[in-house]
């Protein structure tokens, strides 16, 4: 027999967990199962094994909303926000609704049965299950877990060391004492540098193009002078939360809207930081705008510091190929290395790779619109989480979630069986998706799904004006249908 749930949720990461909380505590009549493709929970976390892996925003808005974070670190490494989640799972009894092993690879709507049938990879050897729901929800992320970016480096194959991208990162690697390249600049390679350099003979991060970097505390001094008052840890964690989420927005408007004199401020931090010997000019002065793409943070400058002890160096320019000893630049350069760690990027993939159908069709998702940054036009009994590209992922995911329930709840109050956003609306002017010129984004916008420029087709990257829309709006508006 074909198991029967009300709600399924696909993944138990972050965002998965956080489903997992707002069903149970306000759809307590519906049965909820959580399917997860690995072997733990966790999600990012649990993939990435990289050294220093570690939150690049705050953990007073990448924590959740109703559990809050307790450890002294505003900046916390991977494997103390595993232990988060741990707890938060087994703290709310979300862990008994998780089974492990449980990949779906397809789900098809049926309009006549008003439900989804999936099927399920549970490992090799094992028959496929097939499972049926009321509703869908899909809290995989944005990007394809079995492998990463890595652009067709031309002489790769020549290079006699190791290669290794660090979402893949080997368990036994021995790097100490070892001469290393991370090929990048975003939030991954600034978080491998200074941990590599404490064992490494030397470590050099080879990039195209500056990214803007900033030095923040490891440790919140906000946090740390309400704990020093005894203020109660609940409120402690409120008030932190809501003076980041603030203080955040603001930032982020401010940057955008005065950018040459937040660039100058920017640089001249960094030239303070890394002294006379580091050519700021060339390695650290981007030519884009600061939130053209994300800022990378550093907790207590520890790249910085790398690099005024020399452990590390950055080197600016473009790869002619690899070589037996390491890479050679356009310029002729060489450099050499024993290890090269390709910090290249991800690979982006709404929806984890699910082959969705909705009545025998099979769904393009770049030909659907978005709905207030959670369900695809004209797909039924369907929402997906996906987090800020300016702000901490969470915020987002916790509002996603309590509004599916409130969804759920209207639909059980006038005995709704299916629901779907449609636009009929001729005249909606595509924008794309993410306002970022990252690369990976910029590679996928081919393939993700549209926005248009005024709600409920726009997402918004603003937790206050999505908050008052997902926790307020109207669930029966003109663009959402109801059977």
């Not at 394809?144 to 002489?155: D, L, R, V």
């Amino acid at each position: 027999m074909v198991e029967h749930i009300d709600v399924l949720v696909i993944g138990a990461g972050i965002s998965g967990i956080s489903a997992g909380y707002y069903l149970q505590k306000k759809c307590p009549g519906r049965s909820y199962a959580i399917l997860e493709g690995r072997e733990d929970l966790g999600g990012t976390w649990d993939l990435f094994r990289y050294p220093g892996i570690r939150s690049d925003s705050d953990m007073y808005t990448l924590g959740y909303a109703f559990k809050p974070w307790t450890a002294p670190k505003a900046i916390a490494d991977g494997a103390d926000i595993m232990s988060y989640l741990r707890e938060t799972a087994n703290e709310y009894g979300i862990d008994k609704k998780i089974r492990y092993q449980h990949k779906v690879v397809r789900a098809q709507w049926s309009s006549r049965d008003q439900r989804w049938l999936l099927t399920v990879d549970r490992g090799e050897g094992i028959q496929p299950l097939e499972m049926t729901c009321n509703f869908l929800m899909g809290c995989s992320g944005y990007y394809n877990y079995e492998a990463g970016y890595t652009p067709a480096f031309k002489g790769r194959d020549n290079f006699k060391g190791a290669i290794v991208h660090p979402q893949a990162w080997p368990e036994n690697l021995d790097y100490a004492n070892k001469k290393i390249i991370v090929i990048g600049s975003g939030a991954t390679a600034v978080t491998l540098l200074p941990s590599l350099a404490k064992t490494a003979a030397h470590v050099t991060m080879l990039q195209r193009s500056p990214t803007y970097v900033v030095s923040r505390p490891a440790e919140d001094p906000f946090v740390n002078a309400l704990r020093r008052l005894r203020c109660p840890e609940s409120w402690t964690y409120g008030l932190t939360r809501w003076k980041n989420v603030l203080l955040g927005n603001w930032l982020f408007w401010y940057m955008r809207k005065y950018h040459e004199k937040v660039k100058k401020m920017i640089v001249d931090g960094v030239r303070a930081e890394v002294g006379p010997k580091v050519d700021v000019d060339r390695h650290f002065t981007p030519t884009y705008k600061p939130w053209d793409q994300r800022l990378c943070l550093v907790p207590d400058g520890d790249l910085f510091k790398a690099l005024r002890e020399e452990a590390a160096s950055v080197v600016t320019g473009h790869i002619d190929c690899f070589t037996e000893q390491g890479i050679r630049l356009e310029t002729g350069e060489e450099l050499e290395a024993d290890i090269i760690v390709t910090a290249t990027g991800l690979d982006m993939r709404i929806g984890g790779g699910v082959e969705m159908v909705v009545d025998g069709k099979e769904i393009d998702q770049h030909k659907h619109w978005v709905y207030k940054g959670m369900m695809l036009s004209d797909i039924p009994n369907h929402a997906f989480t996906v987090g800020y590209t300016n702000a901490s992922w969470t915020l987002k995911v916790d509002l996603t979630c309590a509004y599916v329930c409130r969804l759920l709840n209207h639909m059980d109050k006038h005995n709704y069986r299916q629901c779907m956003t449609s636009t009929r609306d001729s005249t909606l002017q595509e924008e794309p998706l993410i306002d970022f010129s990252a690369g990976y984004i910029v590679r996928a916008l081919g393939k993700l799904p549209k926005q248009a420029a005024s709600a409920p087709w726009k997402l918004y990257q603003n937790y206050i004006l999505d908050k008052l829309a997902l926790g307020l709006g109207k669930i029966n508006d003109k663009t959402m249908e109801f059977k």
